[in-house]
């Protein structure tokens, strides 16, 4: 026993070798301590049963380590995250006997098998709050299929679109995400248990078995990726997939953050429920404090994603630098507060459409039709049709002239000089001033579009029901996962009991 306390110590010390605990846990919480007693418990189970230990001393075995687990459930029990200061409270509750169930085993396989099975639950969790926040932007793309909005690039003001359409594109990438997510998912749900340290065993351990009692459906396959390969890229995987999240909800805020810049935006936070604030010395101000706090968690989720690879770079295999299940659950538990943040930014929205086609109609953004339809109409070459409104536009903008006024007369004078320029025949416009202001209409615009994935009523409602489905489909995904695992688990108890009932 002074053995064991003097390696507890070392251990103590030894931060490298250390596993954090995740926070403040609760006895429910799969954390290090949960794991470690359902490792010991499949261990009983698989081994009593395969001749690796004498079935005699299985209950009783069984009855500590029930007294264990008993003990660090209740309040304020004790859950040590590490093998080496879990196994003296096994051997305190059971007998040196105990340790007999150590047969092939090492803290390497073990700690990667609990990191492995802490990362997968708080992937689910990162799955859920994802498809949360993309349900609710896929109501508000519903809501407003029909709303002409402006669109920009590079940071201007561009053409005009549905914002229901604009918010698909959004999906489009959430999308990614979750399926990039359920990819890391399948890699990472493979059992490391059996590996022992870095080539196996002689023990004949039953590694499937011992899989399906821990909810994976298969192990890891070479004995040497399993924990120094593998468990050092896992958390940096996740940690891109966690920043790829960031910068989709950062980009989303700062177009919004754009309209906030304007002294009569189209879009706002509503007021009040801590959206906004007023300013301690600007009475006139609404500050967006919501959309403040969103982006800076997407700043400290980008910070945690990139460091777990900056973490990870240029360190020997097997090294635990990458490895503590604190900073790699703050990764996953940072981007899930990221989403929630998101999903109360998309109900606080306050649209304005009426605002929306005012802005349009104070700019170009429309001017592109002209030259489309010069050309699919009229056979007008593309850069012909596209220089006639540049000119347009420059006139435009010269005696500030919005596009609903701008002088029919004007335009066929612009055309002709167009034609001279680019040495083409004379011709006049071929476009009658209604088609000319029809052109120039946004509302037409984006419900003329024939392009699929366009914003064309036919095209968003095959996109929305689309974007459902797979969303239907993520749920089931996960569901299905959390099943196996929970079902695995209960699989484990059914049989750790029966060893159990059997103790003196």
């Known amino acids: 026993m002074r053995r064991w306390m003097l390696l507890i110590g070392v251990a103590a010390m030894c931060s490298s070798a250390a596993l954090a605990q995740t926070g403040s846990q609760t006895a429910s919480r799969r954390d290090p301590f949960f794991w470690l007693g359902e490792i010991n418990k499949a261990s009983t189970v698989i081994n009593s049963e395969e001749g690796l230990l004498d079935p005699a001393l299985a209950p009783r075995i069984a009855a500590g380590l029930n007294r264990v687990i008993t003990a660090g459930n209740g309040p304020n029990g004790r859950r040590p995250s590490l093998v080496i200061t ?120 039953n590694r499937d078995r011992m899989a399906a009692y821990l909810g994976f459906p298969a192990t890891v396959e070479n004995a040497y990726d399993a924990a120094q390969i593998a468990a050092a890229e896992m958390p940096v995987e996740i940690g891109a997939i966690a920043t790829g999240i960031a910068l989709h909800a950062g980009a989303f805020v700062e177009d919004v953050m754009t309209q906030y810049a304007q002294p009569r935006p189209w879009i706002l936070l509503q007021e009040g429920g801590g959206n906004t604030y007023v300013s301690s010395a600007m009475p006139q101000k609404r500050n967006p404090g919501l959309l403040n706090d969103t982006r800076a968690q997407a700043s400290r989720v980008v910070t945690l994603g990139i460091g777990r690879a900056i973490q990870g770079h240029n360190i020997p295999p097997g090294m635990s630098d990458t490895k503590a299940v604190a900073d790699n659950t703050a990764v996953t538990a940072g981007a899930v507060t990221l989403l929630e943040g998101w999903d109360r930014v998309l109900k606080a929205l306050v649209i304005s459409p009426e605002r929306a086609l005012e802005e349009l109609n104070l700019d170009w953004t429309a001017s592109q039709e002209v030259a489309d339809v010069l050309m699919r109409k009229y056979r007008l070459p593309f850069r012909v049709g596209h220089h006639f409104a540049s000119e347009v536009v420059d006139y435009a903008k010269e005696h500030d002239i919005r596009p609903t006024d701008f002088p029919y007369a004007e335009a066929q004078r612009i055309y002709a000089t167009t034609l001279r320029e680019m040495s083409l025949p004379e011709a006049e416009l071929p476009m009658s001033e209604a088609e000319f202001r029809e052109t120039l209409d946004p509302v037409a615009i984006v419900r003329n579009r024939a392009t699929a994935g366009g914003p064309q009523p036919a095209e968003m409602a095959r996109m929305l029901a689309a974007a459902k489905a797979r969303l239907d489909e993520d749920a089931r995904w996960s569901a299905e996962r959390r099943g196996r695992i929970d079902a695995a688990l209960n699989s484990l108890d059914g049989d750790f009991g029966r060893i159990l009932a059997r103790a003196p």
């Open 86 to 205: 879990f196994e003296p409270l096994l051997i305190e509750a059971a007998g040196v006997e105990a340790t007999l169930l150590h047969a092939g085993r090492s803290s390497q396989d073990m700690l990667s098998t609990v990191r492995a099975a802490i990362q997968r639950d708080e992937l689910l969790r990162l799955s859920d709050q994802l498809r949360r926040t993309t349900e609710t932007m896929l109501r508000l793309a519903e809501a407003h299929a029909g709303t002409v909005v402006p669109n920009y690039t590079n940071g201007v003001a561009a053409q005009p679109n549905s914002y229901g359409h604009y918010l698909l594109g959004h999906i489009a990438g959430l999308e990614r995400d979750a399926q990039r997510l359920r990819e890391a998912f399948a890699r990472l749900d493979r059992s490391p248990m059996g590996t022992t340290v870095l080539n196996g065993t002689s023990w004949p351990l």
